[in-house]
């Protein structure tokens, strides 16, 4: 079945370096990719969302990249701070058809004071 | 603009009985989604319900199913409950059913 591939499941930054967390997925009909950030006890809170016709987006320190051919999208996170530390969570949608929306397994990001 | 709601905050059943979950979407939204959470793991995808419909369905057994009603409100229903239901489910809301969700705070189900 479809899935949603996400690497690494930790990463350990010092504050004021870069991060940047892969996912791969496997249903081509997928159209619409965002990037959720879970702090401990808390709901996902989503950060940053990139559609199939675009290649790249920004906001402020987050930026998110996707490789439709290589069916394979990034977060990418500058001048880490240390609240920028929770679990972050990829996920791939299909809209067309069944409605499918598949998670990644998470990444537990520890930005270093 | 009124978020994502959910209720209970907390529930704690034991094995074989019923449960119902609660979702009030966020203002404007006529989508709602439910998710099970595992701990340590990502959110599942239960299903969709849009337009009092359901739109779409993960891998889940006819044991839980779901109504959305008139004002957009959703309710997750778990039969025969079993110990691996034990998880948080969430519930998020969209316009539409495409693009972004928001997630309400859940609810923590355990199962005895």
């Known amino acids: 079945g479809e899935n949603v591939e996400q690497h690494p499941s930790t990463l350990s930054v010092q504050e004021g370096d870069s991060a940047v967390i892969k996912c791969t997925y496997s249903?081509?009909?997928?159209?619409?990719f965002p990037w959720y950030k879970q702090e401990l006890g808390k709901r996902p809170q989503l950060i940053i969302d990139i559609r199939s016709n675009v290649g790249e987006k920004k906001d402020q320190r987050i930026a998110v990249t996707l490789n439709k051919t290589a069916k394979h999208f990034s977060l990418h996170i500058t001048e880490t701070q240390p609240e920028d530390s929770a679990v972050y969570f990829c996920?791939?949608?299909?809209?067309?058809?069944?409605?499918?929306?598949?998670f990644g397994t998470g990444t537990r990001l520890k930005v270093l004071a | 603009e009124t978020g994502v709601t959910q209720s209970p905050t907390h529930l704690i059943k034991t094995r074989g009985q019923q449960v119902t979950l609660r979702c009030s979407s966020q203002?404007?939204?006529?989508?709602v989604s439910w998710y099970q959470q595992a701990l340590g793991q990502g959110p599942q995808f239960i299903f969709q319900y849009y337009r009092e419909e359901e739109n779409g369905r993960g891998n889940f057994p006819p044991r839980f199913s779901g109504l959305q009603f008139p004002n957009y409100s959703s309710e997750l229903n778990v039969n025969a409950l079993e110990l691996d239901d034990s998880a948080l489910y969430l519930c998020a809301s969209s316009l539409d059913g495409v693009g972004a969700e928001y997630f309400g705070p859940g609810t923590r189900l355990t199962v005895l």
């Open positions: 249903d081509s009909a997928s159209n619409y």
């Open positions: 996920a791939a949608s299909t809209t067309s058809g069944t409605y499918k929306y598949i």
């Open positions: 203002s404007g939204h006529n989508t």
